[in-house]
């Protein structure tokens, strides 16, 4: 084979992987991540028996969709607070969760997939809210779903009932939980461009070669002021 064609055909196949892979991630192994993050009550620290404990998993599937899950744990002995903070004797429950990010953004929500709660509602920019049957002290909220195109970054999340201790929330004293985030574009270019490169590497030598012919030509053109022609008798090449 002449010795152009093998860079030649190389740089068109990291032509088509520049297309076909373009603002998409080159995905290595699928993701099965799991935790736990607190939501600190009102009047909290993020460290009282009034927070409540979200348990979330993310799994990627082949289709490169994510499923993100969350189930809402109402500790044992929560009870309603006074205004100022005291406690009563009426235990507390949750019925409300919600988490923060833009499903408006490209790939951020895919369409009717969040499930879970008696009602589910989209917010659009404000994010996902799930409101289901009152959680008691000491049980969990049945597991609310959604699925993504984007994999996980971490974001705000709040629960919500109808008096003190809540809200719960992540901000500020709570911990965050994983939502959806966008790739940024510099990451999702390096990557492409290492794979361009890998797929290059068998080539490099001849590719240098062929460079370092095209600068030697360029400064005896430059040197003489005009074009070489080839002589007529003999064909350049490399071997």
Not at 2 to 16: Q, R, T, V
Not at 92 to 104: H, K, L, P, R
Not at 167 to 180: L, N
Request: aromatic share 10%; net charge negative; glycine share 10%.
């Amino acid at each position: 084979m002449n010795i152009f064609a093998k860079p030649l055909i190389a740089l068109a196949c990291a032509g088509i992987l520049l297309f076909v892979f373009s603002g998409q991630k080159v995905q290595a192994a699928l993701l099965n991540e799991s935790g736990t993050a607190i939501l600190a009550d009102t009047f909290g620290t993020g460290a009282g028996s009034e927070d409540l404990t979200v348990d979330w998993t993310v799994v990627e599937n082949l289709s490169g969709i994510y499923t993100y899950s969350y189930i809402i744990e109402n500790p044992a002995g929560d009870v309603v607070l006074n205004n100022d903070g005291t406690p009563t004797s009426k235990p507390e429950v949750v019925d409300a969760f919600g988490i923060g990010f833009d499903t408006t953004a490209a790939n951020a929500y895919v369409p009717f997939s969040q499930t879970g709660g008696l009602y589910d509602r989209n917010s659009g920019v404000n994010g996902l809210y799930w409101f289901f049957a009152p959680v008691t002290a000491g049980s969990n909220s049945p597991t609310l779903s959604f699925q993504s195109y984007l994999p996980p970054g971490m974001g705000n999340a709040d629960a919500e009932a109808g008096a003190p201790p809540s809200p719960w929330a992540s901000d500020p004293y709570g911990q965050q939980v994983p939502i959806p985030a966008p790739i940024p574009e510099s990451t999702a270019t390096l990557t492409l461009l290492a794979a361009a490169l890998f797929l290059l590497l068998p080539f490099r030598f001849a590719i240098s070669r062929l460079i370092h012919r095209g600068e030697k030509m360029a400064r005896v053109r430059a040197a003489f002021g005009r074009p070489l022609a080839p002589h007529p008798c003999r064909r350049d090449r490399i071997n």
